[in-house]
């Protein structure tokens, strides 16, 4: 934890990638902060930013992408600041990553034993072959899977042990902050809610912040604490999930929320007419005006700020803009 008492904090975070048909801005100015143990959800459409947000936050940006200003402060490091080999110590030591579609990034070839240590010895943790063998155990043991799987090959696994297998490879080292990019899209029902208790319970377990990536609004509902909605790069609205739901402030959110035909229904968004716009040059107008059915002039000369306009209630909207000045 930091002075501040927060786990991890993004400071005015800008992304870009450099491609022939010009820069696409993919993060900008993007600001939060995370509490050690807390939930964060992170919402928006494909494109919105959330992937590049969390690859930015795991060191991962590489050519044509660049961190292009900003902070990401993890307890008392800037991580942005951090030379490659330091970055890769913080990777799943202290960052660690339930990447989506989790149970294809398995090594076919390898026993699911031979990729948890793979890890360890990554980070130079500097133990014994036995210590390393009882954290396996604990790790298998700790998503629910018998300790006979560390013997076995990803292809002798169903689906959901193989998300449990990734799982058990994102906690190995106790990190502070995991991210879970839709950990259960792949899956069915039934296994998408088992293995959503399973990080749960670790998370409550281990002290770690959760930052879930996803854009079925029904699992934020039940899963985190506060919600973070993202539409082309920015972040447009910030707040706990009973304010979120019960009073959304942008109309992105809004939108989002009214496709759901009941706060503890689960749903998937299924759209907004229009797509989310690529960032090709720096905004000097609401990102969202095109689609936005409310609308006013001010939408189409500035850009609204996000501020707190509510207690803990953060949105990017000039609806609210009397309060803003
Ligand atoms: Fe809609 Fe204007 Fe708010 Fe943007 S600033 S979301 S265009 S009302």
């Given at each position: 934890?930091?002075?501040?008492?927060?786990?991890?904090?993004?400071?005015?975070?800008?992304?870009?990638?450099?491609?022939?048909?010009?820069?696409?801005?993919?993060?900008?100015?993007?600001?939060?902060?995370?509490?050690?143990?807390?939930r964060?959800?992170?919402?928006?459409?494909?494109?919105?930013?959330?992937?590049?947000?969390?690859?930015?936050?795991?060191?991962?940006?590489?050519?044509?992408?660049?961190?292009?200003?900003?902070?990401?402060?993890?307890?008392?490091?800037?991580?942005?600041?951090?030379?490659?080999?330091?970055?890769?110590?913080?990777?799943?030591?202290?960052?660690?990553?339930?990447?989506?579609?989790?149970?294809?990034?398995?090594?076919?070839?390898?026993?699911?034993?031979?990729?948890?240590?793979?890890?360890?010895?990554?980070?130079?943790?500097?133990?014994?072959?036995?210590?390393?063998?009882?954290?396996?155990?604990?790790?298998?043991?700790?998503?629910?899977?018998?300790?006979?799987?560390?013997?076995?090959?990803?292809?002798?696994?169903?689906?959901?042990?193989?998300q449990?297998?990734?799982i058990?490879?994102?906690?190995?080292?106790?990190?502070?902050?995991?991210?879970a990019?839709?950990p259960t899209?792949?899956l069915?029902?039934?296994t998408q809610r088992q293995v959503m208790q399973t990080i749960g319970h670790?998370q409550?377990?281990?002290?770690?912040?959760v930052?879930l990536?996803g854009?079925d609004?029904?699992l934020m509902?039940q899963f985190v604490?506060?919600?973070?909605?993202?539409?082309?790069?920015?972040?447009?609205?910030?707040?706990?999930?009973?304010?979120?739901?019960?009073?959304?402030?942008?109309?992105?959110?809004?939108?989002?929320?009214?496709?759901?035909?009941?706060?503890?229904?689960?749903?998937?968004?299924?759209?907004?007419?229009?797509?989310?716009?690529?960032?090709?040059?720096?905004?000097?107008?609401?990102?969202?005006?095109?689609?936005?059915?409310?609308?006013?002039?001010?939408?189409?000369?500035?850009?609204?700020?996000?501020?707190?306009?509510?207690?803990?209630?953060?949105?990017?909207?000039?609806?609210?803009?009397?309060?803003?000045?």
């Amino acid at each position: 934890m930091n002075d501040n008492g927060y786990v991890l904090r993004v400071e005015n975070l800008d992304v870009q990638y450099h491609t022939d048909a010009g820069t696409v801005y993919a993060n900008s100015q993007v600001s939060f902060n995370l509490k050690p143990g807390e939930r964060l959800g992170l919402v928006g459409e494909s494109g919105s930013g959330k992937s590049t947000l969390a690859l930015a936050i795991l060191g991962m940006i590489k050519p044509p992408g660049r961190i292009g200003g900003g902070e990401i402060w993890l307890e008392n490091t800037d991580l942005v600041k951090l030379p490659e080999e330091a970055i890769r110590q913080v990777r799943g030591r202290q960052v660690s990553m339930i990447p989506q579609g989790a149970m294809n990034s398995l090594n076919p070839v390898a026993r699911i034993k031979d990729q948890l240590i793979d890890g360890m010895i990554d980070h130079e943790l500097g133990l014994s072959r036995s210590e390393m063998n009882r954290m396996v155990r604990e790790a298998l043991e700790a998503v629910e899977l018998d300790p006979q799987v560390a013997q076995m090959y990803p292809h002798e696994l169903s689906g959901g042990m193989k998300q449990r297998a990734c799982i058990a490879i994102a906690i190995a080292m106790n990190p502070k902050v995991i991210i879970a990019d839709e950990p259960t899209s792949a899956l069915d029902v039934v296994t998408q809610r088992q293995v959503m208790q399973t990080i749960g319970h670790l998370q409550a377990q281990l002290g770690s912040a959760v930052i879930l990536i996803g854009h079925d609004m029904g699992l934020m509902a039940q899963f985190v604490d506060r919600i973070a909605v993202m539409y082309a790069g920015k972040l447009v609205e910030l707040g706990s999930v009973k304010d979120t739901f019960t009073h959304p402030m942008h109309p992105y959110t809004q939108m989002l929320i009214s496709s759901l035909p009941r706060l503890e229904n689960k749903g998937t968004f299924n759209g907004i007419p229009g797509i989310t716009p690529l960032l090709r040059e720096i905004p000097t107008d609401c990102v969202f005006n095109s689609r936005c059915p409310q609308a006013i002039p001010i939408c189409m000369q500035r850009v609204p700020k996000l501020l707190e306009h509510r207690p803990n209630q953060w949105a990017a909207c000039h609806l609210y803009q009397s309060e803003e000045n």
